[in-house]
């Protein structure tokens, strides 16, 4: 009896998944540094990664809420609101680690808004999330009194966790690297993770199967409330001030980050790896862009392609699934 090849053979050659994303960003740090001498410089580097770590707490938060198929569209307001009450504090002589957790909680508590409003009132989360985001604009505002909030001298006490160095090493980048691996155990290893998935790729199966969609839901939008209300705090002690415009935009880089980084919008695909390699990719792109001489706006125009780009391919390769 003769054996067929094809049942040997593969009859096409596949990458394993998520080694597109690998591929890309491999050549973009090849690219960017035929682009520019200076990228391989080892200050340079530094900043990338910082960039990296700012912007991809936020973006593991994020990849939590669209694995459900949710949107937080709050997360740049709760980044100024926790920077503005920290420093508003700070400010009042509230004791540094006192005032951390205040601003933790006020994330938190913003999250719960949102997942009560999503979980419990069935809101759909894009109008849900955008009303809570102009509301805490408006409380960062007041908290703020309409302009950035001097925390006072104190706040160089406060710098290690945004601006200081360990074993020369930004400090942000250690934070991200303990925000990278919780977030990967528990979506990886806990009965919690695999019901996050599940929700996203089917919330009535999931809900016939004995997890409780509504407790899930509401987890994820508190958990990235909680990482907002983190990047507040390290853009508060990096930048010494409580700015109530510093958030503006940044939901849109964390979206960036999750989508790039293979999470399907639809819910149910991604993971914190893919985050990361979602924000290595978008600070890279910013950095070249930066050495190279290239205006802030022209920059938006980049974003604002890479993610239809993203959303496109992501688009494309459920319908063919």
């Not at 009896?1 to 050549?27: D, Y």
Request: with cysteine.
């Amino acid at each position: 009896m003769q054996l067929s090849t094809e049942r040997i053979l593969p009859s096409k050659f596949s990458l394993p998944r998520g080694a597109g994303l690998w591929i890309a960003l491999l050549v973009l740090i090849v690219a960017s540094s035929l682009l520019s001498p200076l990228f391989l410089n080892g200050t340079n580097l530094l900043n990338v990664l910082r960039q990296v770590a700012l912007y991809g707490i936020l973006g593991v938060g994020m990849t939590f809420v669209i694995l459900t198929r949710g949107i937080d569209l709050s997360v740049g307001m709760v980044v100024a609101f926790s920077a503005v009450l920290g420093a508003r504090l700070m400010q009042a002589g509230y004791p540094i680690p006192l005032l951390m957790v205040c601003s933790l909680v006020a994330g938190m508590l913003f999250g719960a808004f949102n997942g009560l409003g999503v979980a419990v009132g069935r809101m759909p989360a894009f109008i849900m999330t955008l009303g809570t985001m102009v509301m805490t604009r408006g409380f960062c505002l007041m908290v703020a009194r309409g302009g950035p909030v001097d925390p006072g001298p104190r706040v160089e006490s406060f710098r290690l966790l945004g601006g200081g160095y360990l074993l020369h090493v930004p400090t942000p980048i250690y934070v991200f690297a303990a925000v990278c691996l919780v977030a990967h155990a528990i979506l990886s290893h806990t009965t919690f993770g695999r019901a996050i998935f599940a929700v996203g790729s089917n919330e009535e199966a999931a809900r016939l199967s004995g997890i409780n969609v509504l407790v899930t839901t509401f987890a994820v939008y508190v958990i990235c409330g909680l990482l907002a209300a983190l990047s507040g705090l390290i853009f508060l002690s990096r930048l010494s001030v409580g700015d109530p415009n510093s958030g503006t935009g940044m939901e849109l880089e964390a979206i960036s980050i999750a989508v790039i980084g293979g999470t399907s919008l639809f819910g149910g695909e991604g993971s914190v790896v893919g985050a990361v390699g979602g924000a290595m990719i978008l600070a890279i792109i910013a950095n070249v862009l930066n050495l190279a001489g290239v205006s802030t706006f022209s920059q938006q125009v980049v974003k604002g392609a890479i993610i239809i780009l993203a959303v496109w391919v992501e688009t494309v390769r459920t319908r063919r699934a």
